[in-house]
């Protein structure tokens, strides 16, 4: 069986590490993939949102799975593309990727369903949306409604900082499309969770929690990132906790995008805020998260590939799914710099460690070995029986890499 893989990050680096195990697949393809996805695929020099050069590798090639794992060529409707010309693929089709690609739908979506999540209001004008903040309490969330590589969220503390963010998004253009409609949210507060759940559209099978971190630096300071770690199980999300998550957000959300005439079929992730009056919706994301798959998809014991299946063909109640009861951590390594401007092309030296897992992200194989190529350069994951010997072998292999600028959180599950 042929399979191509859509995307050149970590999360794809895990996926493709995961179906590599599968007896069942002859022949991994990724597009464009990076330095470490090319040991265990053939990756091809096409861009993720290239649709139309995606589809004709794919005819080509008699590619029997496409799967589509990052958010711009979901939004873009690859998805349909490829179904709409007799090929399989696993993602939500154009239609119910929405409920990433439009953090203002996704939000009307909860009020109108009751799903539970924090309170907003919706600006495309900057002079409302500078008017509405003498109203509300700071700190606030502003959010751009569209696609922003997980960098469209801003936490401002005064109205200063709000009213620059606003007028980087609304005035400055410095978002694109993305920011041409913003959202002015309640700041909530508690453990954050990450939640992804296979589902085919009408069975639900949730995966093991997560916790990452967005924030750039220690204790939660410096801007918002696509994230910096992440580990496995979440100790704040109780049996409680995930029944009441499952009755009153993940079948609702389900539910709500069926009646929506937008059903959802592949991986749907839930940001979660465990506040004092309950888990509340932070975000939804229609696709694995980064770096929550690099500490999730070491725990899945089944066979990656029967899952997706079980997916597309609306099959997922007749597939029992299991999980690694150990532990997983996950170190981020990026650019000096990142998420703003950062430099690439320099060299990475690397002891590997035996019981460590490294997924590359901004890699490249050179000539002269491999060097940088993105703002998250590696996700360092390792396993163990609880969290702290987890974490233990992340941070000793993270002492055996090496590249100018390189820099990480060193707080990761510390809190």
């Known amino acids: 069986m042929k399979v191509l893989v859509i995307g050149s990050g970590g999360r794809e680096h895990a996926i493709v590490w995961k179906l590599s195990q ?17 040991s265990l695929a053939e990756c091809i020099d096409i861009s993720a949102t290239d649709l139309e050069g995606i589809l004709n590798f794919a ?24 179904e709409e010309n007799g090929l399989r693929a696993f993602g939500p089709r154009q239609a119910a990727a929405m409920i990433e ?13 009751r799903i539970p999540s924090a309170e907003y209001m919706c600006f495309d004008r900057y002079d409302a949306a500078a008017n509405f903040l003498s109203q509300v309490p700071f700190p606030v969330v502003i959010k751009a409604d569209g696609l ?9 503390f005064s109205r200063e900082e709000a009213e620059d963010a606003i007028k980087a998004m609304l005035l400055n253009n410095e978002f694109g499309k993305a920011g041409e409609r913003i959202l002015i949210e309640e700041f909530l507060t508690g453990p954050e969770v990450s939640i992804l759940a296979f589902t085919d559209g009408k069975t639900i099978v949730p995966m093991v929690s997560a916790q990452d971190y967005k924030r ?10 696509g994230g910096m770690g992440a580990f496995s199980p979440s100790f704040h999300y109780t049996p409680e906790v995930a029944e009441y998550v499952e009755q009153h957000i993940i079948m609702p959300t ?5 009646q929506e005439d937008r059903p959802f079929q592949g991986v749907l992730y839930f940001g979660l805020m465990l506040t004092p009056s309950g888990p509340k919706v932070l975000e939804y994301n229609a696709r694995f998260g980064d770096p929550e798959a690099q500490v999730v998809l070491p725990r899945l014991q089944t066979d990656l590939l029967e899952v997706m299946e079980a997916v597309i063909d609306r099959q997922l109640h007749k597939l029992e799914i299991t999980w690694d009861d150990r532990a997983a951590a996950c170190v981020v390594l990026a650019s000096e710099g990142y998420p703003g401007s950062y430099r690439k092309g320099l060299p990475i030296k690397i002891k590997e460690q035996p019981e460590c897992l490294l997924f590359h992200a901004g890699t490249k194989k050179t000539k002269q070995g491999l060097v ?27 002492g055996a890499i090496a590249f100018e600028g390189m820099h990480y959180r060193k ?4 809190r």
């Not at 203002?104 to 369903?113: H, I, N, S």
């Not at 997980?150 to 936490?155: E, L, P, S, T």
């Not at 389900?254 to 069926?258: D, G, K, T």
């Open 148 to 156: 922003a590589l997980g960098k469209g969220v801003i936490i401002a």
């Open 216 to 225: 750039a630096y220690d204790k939660d300071r410096g801007p918002n990132t």
């Open 101 to 113: 690609s439009s953090k203002v739908f996704a939000k009307e979506l909860m009020k109108k369903y």
């Open 254 to 258: 389900i539910v709500a995008m069926s």
């Open 22 to 38: 599968s007896p069942r697949i002859t022949k991994l393809f990724c597009a464009p993939g990076n330095g470490g996805i090319s």
């Open 411 to 414: 707080d990761i599950g510390k």
């Open 372 to 398: 940088t190529n993105g703002g998250r350069v590696l996700g360092v994951t390792a396993l163990g029986d609880n969290l702290s010997e987890a974490l233990q072998k992340a941070y000793q292999q993270v």
């Open 59 to 82: 005819k080509q090639q008699q590619i029997d799975l496409t799967v589509v794992a990052p958010d711009d060529p979901l939004a873009l409707g690859l998805v349909d593309k490829l």
